[in-house]
C-alpha cells in the first residue's frame, strides 16, 4: 500500500476514535485526578475510592498513561501528568465538570455520537441515543440533581437584565417563569421589583432544585415552585408567562403548543413576555463555523429565530404583538396578548 495512502487511512482511524474521547471524560467523571493528586495513587486505592473493578481501571489508567494525562511510575504508582492538570477540579477552566458524564454538559454531548440523526431528521440527537429529550432525561433521572443544584449557583446570563430592568414590571402583580430552571432569574425579578410575586414551572428535578433556591433566597412568602409541562395546559392565576430562553430548545410547532398554553392560561388581559434568546453563529455557511453549527442544531432545534420569525409563531398560536421591546445580539423580548 502506498505510504500516502496508509497515512490517509492512520489518519481516518484517528479521525474516527470514539474510545479516547471516553476514556478522558471516564476519568474526569470518576475525578481521577483529584483523587491521584491527593495521593491516592495507587490502583486498587483508587479502584476503591472510585467503586471500580481494579482489573479495568487498570487498563484505563494505563491507556491515560499512554495518553500523557499520567505518568507511571516504576512501582505502579501514578501521578498526574501536565495534560492532565486540566482535569484537577481546581483548574480554572472548569473542564473536568464539562466533561463529566454526570454533568449536564456531558450528557448532552455524549449524544452527538448521532449527529447523522440530526442530519436526517432536523431533530436533536438526544432521544435517538437516551430513549428520551434532553430536558426529560435530566429531569426524570436522579443522577442530575445534584448537577442541577450546581447549576443554581450560575448569575442570570445571555443579556437576561432586559428582562428585568427592560419590561415595565410596576403594572404586574404576578408572573409564572415557565421553564423558569434553577429559579436565578425568577429571583432576581422579584429582589429588583419587590411588589412581584412569582411561579416557578418546571419539569421534576428542576423545579425542585429551583423550590430550594426560592426558599434559600429568602423568598418563599412571594414565590413557589411547581412541577408542570408546558406541553399540558399551565395553571392560570398570574398576570405575566414568562418564557425565557425556552424556544429554542423546540421546533416550530413545539414551540407553538408552548405560546398557546401560556396564552391560555394568561387569559383574556394577561400577558405572554417572549424573552428569546438567539445564538451567535458569527457567519453560517462557512467551513469554519460547520462543525459548532452542527453541534448546535444536534442539540436544539432552532439555535437562531428573527424576532420576526417569533411574532409569527405567536400569531400561529392565537396570540398578537402588544409591545416590542429591546433585541440585543442574543435576546430580544415581546410581549403577546390573546388575538
Ligand atoms: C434552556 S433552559 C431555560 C432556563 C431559564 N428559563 C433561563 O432563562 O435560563 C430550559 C428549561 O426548560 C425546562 N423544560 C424543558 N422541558 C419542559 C417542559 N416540558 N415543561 C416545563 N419546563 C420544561 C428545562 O427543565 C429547563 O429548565
Same mark, same amino acid.
Not at 84 to 108: A, H, K, N, W, Y
Not at 132 to 152: K, Q, S, T
Not at 213 to 224: C, F, K, M, P, Q
Not at 260 to 274: D, F, I, S, T, Y
Given at each position: 500500500? /502506498?505510504?500516502?495512502? =496508509?497515512?490517509?487511512?492512520?489518519?481516518?482511524?484517528? =479521525?474516527?476514535?470514539?474510545?479516547?474521547?471516553?476514556?478522558?471524560?471516564?476519568?474526569?467523571?470518576?475525578?481521577?485526578?483529584?483523587?491521584?493528586?491527593?495521593?491516592?495513587?495507587?490502583?486498587?486505592? %483508587?479502584?476503591?475510592?472510585?467503586?471500580?473493578?481494579?482489573?479495568?481501571?487498570?487498563?484505563?489508567?494505563? +491507556?491515560?498513561?499512554?495518553?500523557?494525562? @499520567?505518568?507511571?511510575?516504576?512501582?505502579?504508582?501514578?501521578? *498526574?501528568?501536565?495534560?492532565?492538570?486540566?482535569?484537577?477540579?481546581?483548574?480554572? #477552566?472548569?473542564?473536568?465538570?464539562?466533561?463529566?458524564?454526570? !454533568?449536564?454538559?456531558?450528557?448532552?454531548?455524549?449524544? %452527538?455520537?448521532?449527529?447523522?440523526?440530526?442530519?436526517?431528521?432536523?431533530?436533536?440527537? &438526544?432521544?435517538?441515543?437516551?430513549?428520551?429529550?434532553?430536558?426529560? $432525561?435530566?429531569? &426524570?433521572?436522579?443522577?442530575?440533581?445534584?448537577?442541577?443544584?450546581?447549576?443554581?449557583?450560575?448569575?442570570?446570563?445571555?443579556?437576561?437584565?432586559?428582562?428585568?430592568?427592560?419590561?415595565?414590571?410596576?403594572?404586574?402583580?404576578?408572573?409564572? $417563569?415557565?421553564? !423558569?430552571?434553577?429559579?436565578?432569574?425568577?429571583?432576581?425579578?422579584?429582589?429588583?421589583? /419587590?411588589?412581584?410575586?412569582?411561579?416557578?414551572?418546571?419539569?421534576?428535578?428542576?423545579?425542585?432544585?429551583? !423550590?430550594?433556591?426560592?426558599?434559600?433566597?429568602?423568598?418563599?412568602?412571594?414565590?413557589?415552585? *411547581?412541577?408542570?409541562?408546558?406541553?399540558?395546559?399551565?395553571?392560570?392565576?398570574?398576570?405575566?408567562?414568562?418564557?425565557?430562553?425556552?424556544?429554542?430548545?423546540?421546533?416550530?410547532?413545539?414551540?407553538?403548543?408552548?405560546?398557546?398554553?401560556?396564552?391560555?392560561?394568561?387569559? /383574556?388581559?394577561?400577558?405572554? @413576555?417572549?424573552?428569546?434568546?438567539?445564538?451567535? *453563529?458569527?457567519?453560517?455557511? #462557512? =467551513?469554519?463555523?460547520?462543525?459548532?453549527?452542527?453541534? @448546535?442544531?444536534?442539540?436544539? /432545534?432552532?439555535?437562531? +429565530?428573527?424576532?420576526?420569525?417569533?411574532?409569527?409563531?405567536?400569531?400561529?398560536?392565537?396570540?398578537?404583538?402588544?409591545?416590542?421591546?429591546?433585541?440585543?445580539?442574543?435576546?430580544?423580548?415581546?410581549?403577546?396578548?390573546?388575538?
Amino acid at each position: 500500500m /502506498p505510504t500516502t495512502t =496508509l497515512n490517509h487511512h492512520e489518519r481516518l482511524r484517528a =479521525l474516527t476514535d470514539l474510545l479516547t474521547p471516553s476514556i478522558i471524560r471516564a476519568a474526569a467523571t470518576l475525578r481521577l485526578a483529584d483523587h491521584i493528586a491527593a495521593g491516592v495513587n495507587r490502583t486498587d486505592a %483508587l479502584a476503591e475510592v472510585t467503586g471500580t473493578i481494579p482489573e479495568l481501571l487498570d487498563m484505563l489508567l494505563r +491507556r491515560l498513561a499512554g495518553l500523557e494525562l @499520567l505518568s507511571r511510575a516504576e512501582d505502579g504508582s501514578y501521578a *498526574v501528568a501536565p495534560l492532565g492538570e486540566p482535569l484537577l477540579d481546581t483548574d480554572p #477552566s472548569g473542564i473536568r465538570g464539562l466533561l463529566s458524564m454526570d !454533568g449536564l454538559f456531558g450528557r448532552q454531548e455524549l449524544a %452527538l455520537v448521532n449527529v447523522l440523526h440530526t442530519v436526517r431528521t432536523g431533530q436533536p440527537s &438526544h432521544a435517538a441515543v437516551f430513549g428520551a429529550g434532553y430536558w426529560e $432525561d435530566i429531569n &426524570h433521572n436522579p443522577e442530575f440533581v445534584d448537577a442541577l443544584e450546581l447549576n443554581a449557583h450560575n448569575p442570570i446570563g445571555w443579556d437576561a437584565s432586559i428582562i428585568v430592568e427592560g419590561y415595565d414590571w410596576s403594572q404586574v402583580r404576578s408572573v409564572t $417563569d415557565v421553564g !423558569g430552571h434553577s429559579g436565578a432569574l425568577l429571583i432576581e425579578l422579584l429582589r429588583s421589583h /419587590p411588589h412581584l410575586t412569582g411561579r416557578l414551572l418546571d419539569l421534576k428535578n428542576v423545579a425542585e432544585v429551583g !423550590g430550594r433556591a426560592i426558599a434559600a433566597a429568602g423568598l418563599a412568602d412571594r414565590a413557589e415552585a *411547581v412541577v408542570g409541562s408546558f406541553f399540558e395546559p399551565l395553571p392560570t392565576g398570574t398576570d405575566v408567562y414568562l418564557l425565557s430562553a425556552i424556544l429554542a430548545d423546540w421546533d416550530d410547532e413545539q414551540a407553538i403548543t408552548i405560546l398557546r398554553h401560556c396564552g391560555e392560561a394568561a387569559g /383574556p388581559g394577561g400577558k405572554v @413576555l417572549l424573552a428569546e434568546v438567539n445564538l451567535p *453563529v458569527a457567519e453560517t455557511g #462557512s =467551513l469554519e463555523t460547520a462543525g459548532f453549527e452542527l453541534y @448546535l442544531r444536534a442539540t436544539m /432545534p432552532a439555535p437562531v +429565530r428573527s424576532v420576526e420569525q417569533l411574532e409569527r409563531l405567536g400569531e400561529a398560536a392565537g396570540l398578537r404583538v402588544s409591545w416590542r421591546g429591546p433585541v440585543t445580539p442574543v435576546r430580544s423580548l415581546l410581549e403577546f396578548t390573546l388575538a
